[in-house]
């Protein structure tokens, strides 16, 4: 079982950044970020393999959110800049051993607010 503690999350104005941090108890082959928003679907936002070579990012967020992890913390970041108030939701640190990203939640995280104000 691995636990994963996010931090990071909180209020900006619409242009800002955030940085979101989750520290995993263990390794695995993938970590990533899902984000929820009242009444939609979870999806995911970015994704991150062990090595660092290999990356996802949703159309949405290209361009202005950068993921990155740190294997000696074993710790996954999500930095998010240019914020819109669309990106308000829910923030959820994701784990799992699968190479198909929509199925990266083997572990999750307990969630951490990100709201965008215009």
């Known amino acids: 079982q691995v636990q994963l503690i996010e931090s990071g999350g909180g209020l900006v104005q619409a242009g800002g950044s955030l940085r979101l941090s989750c520290a995993a108890s263990?390794?695995?082959?993938?970590m990533g970020w899902f984000r929820q928003a009242p009444g939609k679907e979870r999806t995911l936002v970015a994704g991150?393999?062990?090595?660092?070579?290999?990356?996802y990012y949703a159309d949405s967020v290209k361009g202005r959110f950068t993921i990155s992890r740190d294997n000696a913390k074993n710790t996954v970041y999500l930095q998010m800049n240019s914020l819109k108030p669309e990106d308000t939701a829910v923030y959820y640190c994701?784990?799992?051993?699968?190479?198909?990203?929509?199925?990266?939640?083997?572990?999750w995280g307990q969630g951490t607010q990100v709201t965008v104000s215009s």
């Open positions: 994701a784990a799992g051993w699968s190479s198909n990203w929509s199925k990266l939640g083997d572990y």
């Open positions: 263990g390794r695995t082959y993938a």
């Open positions: 991150i393999t062990w090595s660092g070579q290999t990356t």
